[in-house]
């Protein structure tokens, strides 16, 4: 294979990149920003070489400690799970939650071998259980896996005696109820407060 | 910037991607394809060093001379003026082409600063004065710019005696004619054979 289309491969490996879209962004690089490639061929290097995964609360890090589980500042009474550092880091964006974190790094999927195990169950419990810890944020998205997450989760939680909320289900901000979906409606008003 | 943000901020130089498509893609590599990652760089890096232009036709290659222009048994009367190397990838996917080409790596725009030199209307004026050539086809677009830059390249071949065609503007096969635009449906018309 030659080097345009081993490069055209390699890039339809991005998630949401195509044949098409590929070939656009090969030929736009080889054409107007040669300078990009060596940039992104270094990033890439440097992320795979230096991205490992935080030992407290599994987020992307390149330290063994992340910054936010180092932060002696944060509110140690609250740990907040997510499923993703993306996850994460729109929890951050909203500048509302002061507590730590505990990335999953996936949900349960049993049809997908993904078990208790590979999210970290074990480890979240022991964090969970350490002093100071009060409630524990089930954070994970409200779809059904999501929602079985949770429900394991919090079993095995409330086993060891640690209080587990959930986010509440409810109407988006600045949604006209009109159009929003009936299960959300419903969900909202169950949930009302 | 750490590392995370370094990959997210190169990946955004890629046509068509932003904030959140290139934060997708950095978590995407990093949790589930990390070895996607050193073959992307590796691919970014070889495609950098080793793809220039053909000597001939201006098209990318690896080599001075392209693989279609260094292939003898092609029809040497025809000589297909594109603006792209994509756009000759597209005649050559057809099949129904045999003759050569010649890529001008852009079109005429000259408040962008792209005249005649920098599409290469020099280097093509001697390709098609070479002895064989009969018939320079004008495939650019049919854009405002691609017609202009196909109208003054006409004007200059047609001054050393070189014959030129444009390709027929016509109604997509496949098309209803009721979902076409009256303007392609005007020059079908006007264009007809
Ligand atoms: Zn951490
Ligand atoms: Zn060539």
New interface residues.
């Given amino acids: 294979m ?3 289309d ?2 055209i ?3 339809k ?4 990149v195509g044949q098409k ?1 590929a ?9 107007h ?2 300078l ?13 070489e ?2 490992g995964h935080c030992e407290r609360c599994h987020t ?1 890090s ?1 330290t063994p400690i992340c910054s936010v589980c180092a932060d002696a500042g944060r509110d140690g009474r609250l740990l907040c799970v997510v499923e ?3 996850d994460q ?1 729109a929890f951050e964006r909203t500048g509302s939650y002061r507590g730590y974190y505990f990335v999953l ?1 996936g949900r349960l999927s049993p049809l997908d071998g993904i078990g208790t195990r590979q999210i970290g169950a074990a480890e979240l419990l022991e964090r969970a259980s350490e002093d100071g810890v009060e409630e524990v944020i089930l954070a994970t998205s409200f779809t059904a896996e999501g929602e079985a997450t949770a429900h394991v989760l919090a079993e095995a939680l409330k086993a060891r005696g640690i209080k587990s909320t959930r986010l509440a289900r409810g109407v988006p901000v600045g949604s006209e109820l009109e159009y929003v979906d009936l299960g959300t409606i419903a969900h909202a008003l169950s949930d009302r407060r």
């Fill in positions: 030659n080097a345009l081993t490069l491969e390699a890039l490996r991005l998630p949401g879209s070939q656009r962004m090969a030929y736009h690089l080889l054409q920003d040669r990009a490639m060596p940039r992104l061929a270094a990033a890439l290097t440097a992320a795979g230096n991205i992307f390149e993703t550092p993306a880091a790094l």
